[in-house]
């Protein structure tokens, strides 16, 4: 019996206005429903390009996305709440509290009162970031900064979650937090799926990951797989066995 795809990319295309070189040509890549899923590469391979499209930032100039089996950019609006995204930018209001960018994002996302109240309170506690509610976001540390992006992006309750570099910046015990967190969501059901540079912390919560580079996918399985197949004892090792040691741009 084969899982259900939570994310299902078939044979797509794309390339940038303007830009002769081909991002993506006939791409295919499955993420199975419920699991831990890690999309790394080096600069410029096409992670947050990938990404882009999936989540509908960026449109597929051929093939087809679909996100649990309903196609991006046919069903927009209810494709939109089936998954959040946590960018490494971070996408709040500066000048409002964690409060006020909750019950905006939570509107924004067709959630009622009730439900935004709820969801405010509960992600604040969890999070840790109850004491300073009502504050400026912009007087925040970097660390408190990510708590309220990641806050932001499963506001409602996605069954997919694509982050993004999410615990960039933090230091040890808040990244350490955000982890067990996303852990913790996964054991609810949200399939995760989550790119960074930081593979020590990837290999720790990934259990399924997919190496791109050059705008393909060079390699895909369980992280325990691949790293039994090319006999290597880690990703950071595996990455740079599959992707070269060379600098990039």
Excluded at 12 to 28: A, K, M
Excluded at 225 to 230: D, E, N
């Amino acid at each position: 019996m084969v899982s259900q795809l939570a994310i299902d990319v078939e044979n797509i295309g794309f390339r940038y206005p303007g830009n002769p070189e081909v991002s993506f040509s006939q791409l295919n890549l499955q993420v199975a429903k419920g699991v831990r899923f890690g999309l790394f590469g080096p600069n410029g391979a096409g992670k947050t390009t990938l990404i882009s499209l999936m989540t509908g930032l960026l449109s597929a100039d051929e093939g087809h996305i679909a996100l649990l089996g309903q196609e991006i950019g046919k069903q927009k609006s209810g494709v939109n709440k089936l998954f959040g995204f946590v960018p490494q930018d971070f996408s709040f209001y500066h000048e409002l509290s964690p409060v006020e960018n909750l019950e905006f994002f939570g509107a924004w996302s067709g959630l009622d009162k009730q439900t935004i109240k709820t969801r405010t309170d509960e992600l604040l506690t969890i999070l840790g970031l109850n004491d300073v509610r009502n504050k400026q976001v912009q007087k925040f540390s970097g660390g408190m900064k990510r708590r309220v992006n990641l806050a932001i992006g499963v506001m409602h309750d996605p069954a997919i979650l694509f982050l993004d570099e999410p615990t960039v910046g933090v230091d040890v015990q808040t990244g350490h937090a955000i982890i067990n967190y996303l852990l913790q969501l996964n054991k609810k059901g949200t399939t995760l799926v989550y790119t960074s540079h930081q593979l020590s912390e990837a290999e720790g919560l990934c259990e399924q990951v997919a190496l791109i580079d050059g705008g393909k996918i060079i390699a895909q399985d369980n992280l325990d797989t691949l790293l039994k197949t090319h006999n290597q004892d880690n990703l950071e090792q595996l990455f740079l066995n599959l992707t070269g040691k060379e600098y990039r741009n």
